[in-house]
């Protein structure tokens, strides 16, 4: 409802013109709708909570709209389970490492060719010339033929010595199958290099095969004569003992853990 206006229009009050506008608390009907009564239809306006269908969104605003995902928490990955660690039985030898065949056949080698070449030398040099004096008379250089073993003893028994000789190499190399310890790989080397050289004299020099006398150079007063492939067959020797006073075994075990690796193979 309108008020008229200009110079004929009669004096309202502030009071009155409150009153009669349309709306107002003193003179709104409560039958009479009001604009902010109206309520939109079912699927123009969702309110939130109201249950009502939301109105589709534009694809720019979808395609804007990064897609929400439910953030999971990281699983932890399965922990394999710890694999059981094989149990040696009792009395179980541990590894032994490497064979030491190389080191023996080394040692050997190097006894064989000092004891040879030495041979040559005296025997191109010193054969029916006199003796040569290292300390005084005490030791001297002189080649003497010799027959029979080690320091000149079995001098009868030529033949004898050789088989005893072959029968030490093929021992030696038997055990050198199974040769894990290193002083023991020098020992064999020695007693190898030493019988190898004595039986090539026994083979190859006069007066024939199998009875060929060995060539002996160093003399000892009051002692002996010898060469060099002797004195490797005694220090070898003298090797051998030790270990075996230690209780160490060419495979590289001791006596004793041989023993208890014994009693527990047969249930002890």
Request: charge should be neutral; hydrophobic fraction near 45%.
């Amino acid at each position: 409802m309108g008020f008229p206006t200009g110079p004929s229009a009669p004096h309202v009050t502030a009071a009155e013109r409150i009153i009669s506008t349309q709306g107002s608390p003193q003179t709104r009907d409560d039958s009479v709708p009001t604009p902010a009564d109206v309520v939109a239809p079912a699927g123009d306006v969702a309110g939130p909570g109201d249950g009502a269908p939301a109105r589709p969104e534009a694809p720019e605003a979808a395609a804007a709209a990064p897609a929400s995902s439910p953030v999971s928490s990281p699983v932890p990955a399965a922990v394999p389970a710890a694999t059981p660690l094989p149990v040696e039985p009792a009395g179980a030898e541990e590894p032994k490492g490497r064979r030491r065949i190389g080191v023996l056949l080394v040692v050997a080698l190097l006894a064989f060719l000092i004891d040879f070449g030495s041979k040559l030398l005296v025997v191109a040099r010193l054969e029916n010339h006199s003796a040569i004096k290292v300390i005084g008379d005490v030791v001297t250089f002189q080649v003497i033929r010799n027959s029979g073993a080690a320091f000149g003893m079995g001098q009868a028994l030529t033949v004898v010595f050789t088989m005893i000789a072959s029968a030490v190499i093929v021992v030696i190399w038997r055990i050198a199958r199974r040769l894990y310890s290193l002083p023991w790989a020098i020992a064999l080397g020695l007693l190898l290099g030493g019988a190898l050289g004595n039986l090539t004299d026994r083979l190859f020099r006069s007066p024939g095969v199998f009875r060929g006398h060995v060539v002996d150079f160093i003399s000892v007063q009051h002692f002996a004569v010898f060469n060099l492939a002797d004195s490797a067959i005694v220090c070898g020797g003298i090797l051998v003992v030790l270990l075996s006073f230690r209780g160490s075994n060419p495979d590289g075990t001791v006596h004793q853990q041989a023993d208890k690796g014994e009693r527990a193979d047969k249930g002890e």
